[in-house]
């Protein structure tokens, strides 16, 4: 174990984005948009008090109406949510902070009653998801989605891609693709919910086509080194498995070094939230697939991430909930102060209260 942690607050570089240090905050979902799907106002304070991270990425905000799974969440398809969310990149950098748009499309977990009127939710196969998703009625069980038909793959592409480019002209510094957690791309890249007997499913080399189709439109639309990849291989997370994960996502990540120059991958170790060791997975060798920035996830504390990157097994380190109750946790754990603990009860919804009003320390 390292006793030296200036490797922790050192300036590094992802793709064309310079950061501060290696603390990276999490994409964390909080549900407070506005009823069209605009980021409110009081975003701008809650990304800018945290704007001291070395790059925020922003929550996981929908591409499109089809790919919106929960209450309140934002999207990045109109002028009015672009506008909403450059006050926020328009705060963050005034603060001098670094911020990308986590672009999602939830696939299967979604519930109808979320959705534009008669449309159910899309994935790679018709299987329901064994979960519940959050709507106007509390948690309700997902809806069974549709197949989405083959020629309709090209058209969900082209989402991604006007997002970015959205993303981008709201002031963002780059996106990250949400490849994780079961949601859409995650389904296509597993076999436990992909049982497609196209070209985007059956084999490894075919459940991967679509996450390579995506990222590439991305990185041709904003740059590649503005492009970053959020991948969770062994979470369980929204119903999530696949028989065999390791060659799964080792050549997912090969496919990424494929594309050339992505400004970071983000990998989630272990059960999102929880338990790091599920299940037996070789990180080193996912690791090794990939020549470009590197970012680890989930449950990690100053120690642990001071000692990862000492050991250049990655260049940043993404911490999620700390930030909720922390703004200031880069000064924080610079100076080892305790650590405020988030209140459950206003983790979802609702305005400032468990929002913007966790003080910093010494105020």
Known sequence: MSNDDTVLFSPTRLGDI?????????????????????????????????????LIIAEATQISPLGQGYL????????????????????????GGRIVLQLWHVGRISHTSLLPDGEVPVAPSALCADT???????????????????????GLVEDYRIAARNAITAGFDGVEVHAANGYLIDQFLRDGSNHRDDAYGGSIEN???????????????????????????????????DSNPQPLFERAVERLEGIGGLAYVHVIEGATGGDRDNIDFDYAALRSRFTGPWIVNNGYDKQHAVDVLTAGQADAVAFG???????????????????????????????????????????
């Open 18 to 54: 310079d950061i501060a240090n290696r603390i990276v905050m999490a994409p964390l979902t909080r549900n407070r948009a506005q009823a069209d799907r605009v980021p409110t106002p009081l975003a701008a304070t809650y990304y800018g008090q945290r704007a001291s991270a070395g």
């Open 72 to 95: 309140d969440t934002p999207g990045i398809y109109s002028d009015a949510q672009i506008t909403g969310w450059k006050a926020i990149t328009d705060e963050v950098h005034a603060r």
């Open 132 to 154: 519940k998703t959050f709507t106007a009625n509390g948690f309700e069980e997902v809806s069974t989605p549709r197949a989405l038909a083959l020629d309709e793959l090209p």
């Open 207 to 241: 459940r991967t086509r679509l996450l390579f189709e995506v990222v590439s439109a991305v990185a041709d639309t904003i740059g590649a080194a503005r492009t970053g990849v959020r991948l969770s291989p062994t979470t369980p997370a929204n119903d999530a498995h």
């Open 321 to 363: 909930r700390p930030f909720i109750a922390n703004p200031d946790l880069v000064e924080r754990l610079r100076r080892n102060a305790p650590l405020a603990q988030p209140d459950q009860d206003t983790l979802y919804g609702g305005g400032e209260h468990g929002y913007t009003d966790y003080p910093a320390l010494g105020s």
